[in-house]
């Protein structure tokens, strides 16, 4: 009997032992990314977890690879591994809910950064380029440098995220004004360099003449700027990226781009990070969307710009 | 005896606590991982905001004539004072009303003159863009389950503008007419260009000739 009531002591003081020192160590944050195979998300995972650490956080970056399988696993380690927050750059606008609302269940919260879910209350905030917006001004620009006619065609992005088709719709809410520009080809390269080549060598095979290309971001611009140079029209055809990426400011700065929209990974990834520090410091009430605005940045301005921001 | 029930009560308490953490019950539709999301009809939406919320909100418009002064005087404080938005970045946009008479009229534009003689143009042929869905402050994005159902309430408005508020303006606007209006104004706030801009049409009335 006694053995058995010491026992059970033993195992009460057991937990509450494990509780209180979960209490002294330092918190953790899971910084969960869809891709490192981009420098974009990469400045974005590592600002985020340098920020973390500013404020006194352990974080670890987790790269889902544009695989919401795997992101889901990634979730799982977060929330049995005892992570306090998940700083969160989702892969699929739709299919990722189901893990900020994993996490939400185990009382963990998620903060989205650049890419959102579709839902209001399944991270606790989500913190979002304006993309629409950012190609509403593409659009127009893309417009008067081609002088409102011509042939053209647009590299999408990952046909289920989300900002693929707000960069898009923004782009063709203001071209599609124009009855003299016509878009000849609408292909999707996944935001990816490489593929966005291959696309693109295709495209030139079926529509030699073309004056401009729209792309979803400055990977697909690079890729799609050397199948342009392979073919010898880059001085040509005018090319038009999206995210502000170091190889785009340069190439803007040397006058093979036309231009790209400036998004800003830093204050993304600085706000999710404040967010968690306030999140855990008590606060409760954050937007539920905080959209961050977007520029056009092209080579009469790029003085004011470098990669990933404002100098 | 007493040492047995002891016994068996303690070891009653500790299953029943490992019990009553291992196992919990949630209804099925609490655990369902994504909502059934119903299908956002942002055309009805946006006829509602344009046709009926537009129109009673006429008050909340800042005079343009006002707004000129406004930003001639100190254009930080008319910004903060008038402009809505979305995001916290350099354009901003203005709800604004008023009246003038039609002294040009173009493809792209009707130009009319105020009382107080300034120049502003109503923007008849191209309608795009945020301008009519943020110059007003009466949508909030934190309205939406995601951002492409509010970026499609723009494209449904300026639809809207072009179809029901331009359409039927345009054929019977002439030179010399009085116009009143209620309309959006884009502006950067780094750079307002105030002498270029443009107004987005959200109601126009002919008053007389």
């Known amino acids: 009997m006694k053995k058995l009531i010491l026992a059970l002591v033993l195992f009460a003081s057991l937990t509450s032992c494990k509780k209180s020192d979960k209490a002294e160590e330092p918190k953790k944050i899971a910084i969960v990314v869809s891709t490192l195979n981009n420098p974009w998300f990469v400045f974005l995972a590592e600002t985020a977890a340098k920020k973390a650490k500013e404020l006194g956080y352990e974080s670890k970056i987790f790269d889902s690879q544009n695989n919401t399988a795997l992101e889901s696993d990634h979730f799982e380690n977060a929330i049995s591994s005892g992570y306090d927050a998940i700083l969160f750059n989702p892969t699929d606008a739709a299919g990722s809910v189901a893990n900020a609302t994993k996490a939400k269940a185990a009382g963990i919260p998620v903060f989205c950064m650049d890419r959102e879910i579709n839902s209001t209350d399944a991270a606790t905030s989500q913190i979002l380029s304006d993309s629409y917006s950012a190609c509403v001004q593409l659009g127009k620009l893309f417009v008067d440098t081609l002088g409102k006619k011509g042939n053209y065609v647009e590299l999408l992005g990952i046909v289920s995220d989300n900002n693929t088709w707000n960069r898009s719709k923004g782009f063709h809410s203001s071209v599609d004004n124009y009855p003299g520009l016509k878009m000849v080809a609408q292909q999707s390269a996944d935001f990816d360099r490489n593929k966005a080549m291959e696309v693109m060598e295709s495209i030139l095979q079926a529509h030699p003449d073309i004056d401009g290309v729209f792309c979803g971001n400055d990977a697909m611009a690079m890729g799609a700027y050397q199948a342009l140079v392979a073919a010898n029209k880059a001085d040509k055809v005018k090319v038009f990226g999206f995210d502000g990426a170091e190889d785009a400011i340069n190439s803007i700065k040397e006058g093979k781009l036309t231009a790209t929209a400036m998004q800003f990974p830093k204050i993304i990834a600085e706000t999710a990070a404040t967010y968690a520090d306030e999140y855990f410091k008590g606060k409760k009430d954050f937007p539920k969307k905080l959209p961050i605005a977007v520029e056009v940045v092209t080579k009469e301005n790029i003085d004011k710009y470098i990669a990933y921001g404002k100098k | ?209």
């Open chain 2, 1 to 209: 005896m007493l040492q047995k029930t002891i016994k068996y009560f303690l070891i009653l308490l500790f299953f029943g606590l490992l019990l009553y953490n291992a196992v919990y019950f949630k209804k099925i539709s609490e655990m369902q991982v994504s909502k059934i999301e119903t299908v956002f009809d942002a055309k009805a939406y946006a006829k509602t905001y344009l046709l009926e919320k537009i129109p009673a909100a006429k008050k909340e418009a800042v005079a343009v004539s006002d707004l000129l002064s406004a930003m001639k005087t100190d254009s930080k404080k008319a910004f903060t004072n008038f402009s809505h938005f979305q995001n916290e970045g350099d354009t901003k946009y203005f709800f604004v009303k008023g009246e003038g008479k039609v002294t040009a009229i173009d493809e792209e534009f009707v130009t009319l003159k105020t009382a107080s003689g300034e120049e502003i143009k109503l923007a008849i042929q191209y309608i795009f863009g945020n301008t009519s869905r943020d110059c007003s402050g009466l949508i909030s994005i934190d309205d939406f389950s995601n951002t492409m159902d509010l970026n499609n309430v723009s494209e449904e408005i300026n639809k809207l503008i072009k179809a029901e508020i331009v359409a039927p303006f345009k054929a019977k606007v002439q030179e010399g007419n009085t116009v009143s209006f209620l309309g959006g104004i884009e502006l950067s706030q780094s750079n307002p260009k105030t002498d270029k801009m443009e107004i987005v049409p959200l109601q126009l009335e002919i008053n007389s000739k």
